[in-house]
């Protein structure tokens, strides 16, 4: 059975070890809703738990009718690289971040506008880093109750999101800050390298079913 998931940026831990453990359709149709993970993501920095967000342009008083596939990332804002320099300061002493840099550099480098190809592009990028492919599959239309597929698209909630059960690994600011869970999938990249797939695999998917 595929899942339907939406596609956000830089997924945390728990949404891509259900893209490297499952077959994934994306959700193309829906609204664009604030304050979910489909234009933040957490790292952890030297302060802590740390919220990355990109700025994106709303069209008309009415921004909960925005569609997700239509909306525009507010590029006049020097976001992507403010976001670089911000992963750079957090991770550069983590034992992969050099090795995986130049893969993930151009993502903040690019002229992209749309929200959800640029999210798209990321996952990509990457899977390309784990061996992972992209799913292609999208939605023709939006569906309440999605038949033949597993819906999960509340992954993308970041406010009221379930805690999934995930096992720890080493984090750069643990000592001072302790294990953090289910921060985005560069946290678990940069610090695990290349068990970062094996581990994503070994991880339960039960809190999909919840």
Known sequence: MKLLLH????????????????????????????????????????????????????????????KYADVLMDN????????????????????????YEDDIRPLFEGKEASLFEFNLKAVEIIGDCLGVPLASERTGKYELSPKDLVDTRFLVEAKKEKKPDLESYPQVFEERHGFIPNLSILDLLFNEGTNTLTYLKEQSLDFLHD
Request: with cysteine; hydrophobic share 30%; aromatic share 16%.
């Open 7 to 66: 596609p956000t940026y830089l997924p945390n831990i728990a949404t891509f070890a259900a893209i490297a453990q499952q077959e994934v359709v994306w959700e193309a149709h829906d609204n664009f809703q604030k304050q979910t993970y489909r234009n933040r993501c957490y790292i952890c920095t030297d302060k802590g738990k740390h919220m990355l967000n990109i700025p994106i342009k709303h069209v008309g008083g009415d921004e909960g009718r925005q």
């Open 76 to 99: 006049s804002y020097p976001w992507k690289k403010q976001h670089w320099r911000t992963l750079e300061t957090a991770y550069r002493t983590s034992p992969f971040f050099e090795f």
